[in-house]
T-cell receptor, first 107, second 113 residues
């Protein structure tokens, strides 16, 4: 079983839609959690950290469920510019990346 | 300030040759990671340096791969006797502390012919 698992997608949604991604992790001792974004043929960049109480940054909301060992990312009012691959990252001594979920927002 | 830089940006080499890829992390960052990413695939962890501790080499795919980090700063990833399956983008990232935000370099695109 992979340490961090994501549905690879692709998720194809119209502009303005709300979309949610989930990510599960296997190590209950994992300490920190992040979402990164990777545009085509570019390097990954931090989108947001994920806190135990959940956190929001504009149209983006991240949540953590330690009991079920998953984290989620919700994107509201999708924009064309949100099209990218979203990487779930879990730290257990070192950072472990998921395979990513691809989002394609259509006009 | 300057971000993570990598060189070369592109490298084409013949099968069987050795290559060296360089990473200059952000000044003061103690943690440095190497990953590789094949086309359309996720990030594959290769090796991790943290301060003066012994590196975590658990992701290196074979003994043809090695890496060093001199003076706690610049790192070099060496691939000996390259194979076609080594073709990928090699990404370096650094962070200020072990589990902090990682800043990625632009990567080196390696093509083995």
């Amino acid at each position: 079983r992979k340490e961090v698992e994501q549905d690879p997608g692709p998720f194809n949604v119209p502009e303005g839609a709300t979309v949610a991604f989930n990510c599960t992790y296997s190590n209950s001792a994992s300490q920190s959690f992040f979402w990164y974004r990777q545009d085509c043929r570019k390097e990954p960049k931090l989108l947001m950290s994920v806190y135990s109480s959940g956190n929001e940054d504009g149209r983006f909301t991240a949540q953590l469920n330690r009991a079920s060992q998953y984290i989620s990312l919700l994107i509201r009012d999708s924009k064309l510019s949100d099209s990218a691959t979203y990487l779930c990252v879990v730290t257990t001594g070192k950072l472990i990346f998921g395979q990513g979920t691809t989002l394609q927002v259509k006009p | 300030g300057a971000g993570v830089s990598q060189s070369p940006s592109n490298k084409v080499t013949e099968k069987g040759k050795d290559v060296e890829l360089r990473c200059d992390p952000i000044s003061g960052h103690t943690a440095l990671y190497w990953y590789r990413q094949s086309l359309g695939q996720g990030l594959e962890f290769l090796i991790y340096f943290q301060g003066n501790s012994a590196p975590d080499k658990s992701g290196l795919p074979s003994d043809r791969f090695s890496a060093e980090r001199t003076g706690g700063s610049v790192s070099t990833l060496t691939i000996q006797r390259t194979q076609q399956e080594d073709s990928a983008v090699y990404l370096c990232a650094s962070s200020a502390y072990t589990v902090g935000e990682q800043y990625f370099g632009p990567g080196t695109r390696l093509t083995v012919t």
